[in-house]
């Protein structure tokens, strides 16, 4: 589904990226954990193509996607959710969700596309018509997460969904995550909680110093605490 080959990248001068490898296939859920600083979320927006500059290929679905402006990526089926959430103020749950639709072909048959998503994420469906700001910090982030699969995306990248989120919510949308998995949907996750990433992950790659340096089963990574100590541990 994904594959990155040489990757670099740059924000103005700083060489961030030093030439990434890393694959995804169909239908896992593959974990890309490491300290902060690591190149973590810069190889998401690579991806994405929200570098200043970035060499090397990105395959997705079988197409070099490198040259190809965001929406574009967008339009093929790239689902991006940043850190920090980028809900709009002002606006309700239900309007959020309907920004998600204008990159989709899905625009047409909204009103089902909400009741989906509300399914899938009941807490929003209580909140449909509450401006999204007053939410908690938990509630935002499954609002973000929602508004990138309103356009069914065909790999779903999340950075740091767990930052600054209570415990409870946390587990929460671990579940929904193994969930989505386990019902289709192709996952890249920037975690920086690495139990939590592990323990629902297929496949793991740690980074360091923008280069990919280790990569493994997720439970054989989960039980080797000599790997996490060496590139993980603040």
């Given at each position: 589904m994904l594959k990155l080959e040489k990757l670099q990248a740059w924000y103005g001068r700083s060489h961030i990226l030093q030439g990434i490898d890393l694959e995804v296939n169909k239908g896992e859920l593959v974990c890309l954990i490491g300290r902060n600083g690591a190149g973590k979320t810069t190889?998401?927006?690579?991806?994405?193509?929200?570098?200043?500059?970035?060499?090397?290929?990105?395959?997705f679905d079988g197409q070099d996607i490198l040259?190809?402006?965001?929406?574009?990526?967008?339009?093929?089926g790239l689902g991006y959710v940043p850190e920090e959430r980028r809900i709009v103020p002002g606006m309700s749950v239900r309007d959020n969700l309907r920004l998600g639709l204008l990159a989709s072909h899905h625009t047409a048959r909204e009103a089902d596309v909400i009741a989906e998503i509300?399914?899938?994420?009941?807490?929003l469906a209580e909140r449909l018509d509450q401006d999204a700001t007053t939410m908690s910090g938990g509630e935002q982030q499954m609002l973000a997460i929602a508004r990138a699969m309103v356009s069914k995306p065909k790999l779903l990248m999340l950075d740091e969904p767990s930052e600054g989120i209570m415990?409870?919510?946390?587990?929460?949308?671990?579940?929904?995550f193994a969930r989505l998995r386990d019902g289709g949907t192709t996952i890249l996750l920037v975690e920086q909680n690495v139990e939590l990433a592990l323990g629902i992950a297929d496949r793991a790659y740690i980074m360091d110093q923008g280069e990919i340096v280790y990569q493994a089963d997720?439970?054989?990574?989960?039980?080797?605490?000599e790997i996490q100590e060496?590139?993980?541990s603040v």
């Open positions: 190889t998401l927006r690579a991806v994405m193509g929200l570098t200043s500059r970035a060499e090397g290929r990105v395959v040259k190809l402006p965001t929406h574009r990526r967008n339009g093929l509300a399914e899938t994420f009941p807490r415990p409870v919510l946390v587990d929460e949308m671990f579940a929904l997720a439970k054989a990574l989960l039980a080797d605490a060496r590139y993980c």
